[in-house]
């Protein structure tokens, strides 16, 4: 069955680094576009970033545009959210995604001084 593994969340001071990755199994992960999304306390998810399935084509939200960076390693079958000059209001749940209504557990990210 499809898994999804977030890992590399953590506490982080404001115009700090992370990256997460995401472990994929149980699908031909070469075929499939992937995505990142967040929650934050009391909002809805939202879309972060997505890439194609061979990585030629990526897409940002507006908040994280110029700043974080999704990519790819087909041969790991892992996706990767390079995320940089995090800001507070960047603090929130990650998650992976593959097309089909399949997510990851999360990972917490958590901007704070």
């Known amino acids: 069955q499809v898994q999804l593994v977030e890992s590399g969340g953590g506490l982080v001071q404001p115009g700090g680094s992370l990256r997460l990755s995401c472990a994929a199994s149980?699908?031909?992960?070469?075929?499939?576009?992937m995505s990142w999304y967040r929650q934050a306390p009391g909002k809805e998810r939202e879309l972060v970033a997505t890439i194609s399935s061979a990585g030629s084509s990526r897409n940002y939200g507006d908040s994280v545009k110029g700043r974080f960076t999704i990519s790819r390693d087909n041969a790991k079958n892992t996706v990767y959210l390079q995320m940089n000059s995090l800001k507070p209001e960047d603090t929130a749940v990650y998650y992976c995604?593959?097309?089909?209504?399949?997510w990851g557990q999360g990972t917490q990210v958590t901007v704070s001084s």
């Open positions: 149980g699908f031909i992960f070469s075929n499939y576009a």
């Open positions: 995604n593959k097309r089909g209504g399949f």
